[in-house]
């Protein structure tokens, strides 16, 4: 899948695993959650009230677009989150999970 971003420069830090929706994915040690997804995906999440795709707003913080989920429950911030190793992330609300 081709990411909504590319990343053009920084590449030299160390990567970070995570998983997003159930496949491996890869970040770099410093990434945000939204840095991270949206350079696998071309969206953050659905939108809960409608059909909507979400890719963050504001980028700091203060709009709440970028609410996600992780496979344990907790939602997170995906703009102000750093990306950890192993974390496991989706897109879609847990109500939508097999």
Do not use: K, Y
């Not at 410093?30 to 071309?42: I, K, N, S, Y």
């Not at 496979?71 to 999970?97: F, K, Q």
């Amino acid at each position: 899948m081709t990411g909504r971003i590319q990343r053009l420069s920084e590449t030299g830090r160390p990567p970070v695993g995570f998983w997003l929706d159930g496949r491996p994915c890869t970040a770099m040690r410093g990434d945000t959650v939204l840095t991270a997804v949206l350079a696998h995906a071309r969206n953050l999440r659905r939108d809960e009230f409608g059909p909507e795709a979400r890719a963050g707003f504001c980028l700091m913080g203060a709009c709440q677009d970028c609410w996600m989920w992780q496979e344990e429950g907790p939602r997170l911030r995906a703009c102000s989150t750093p990306v950890t190793e192993g974390m496991r992330l989706r897109t879609d609300t847990p109500e939508a999970w097999p």
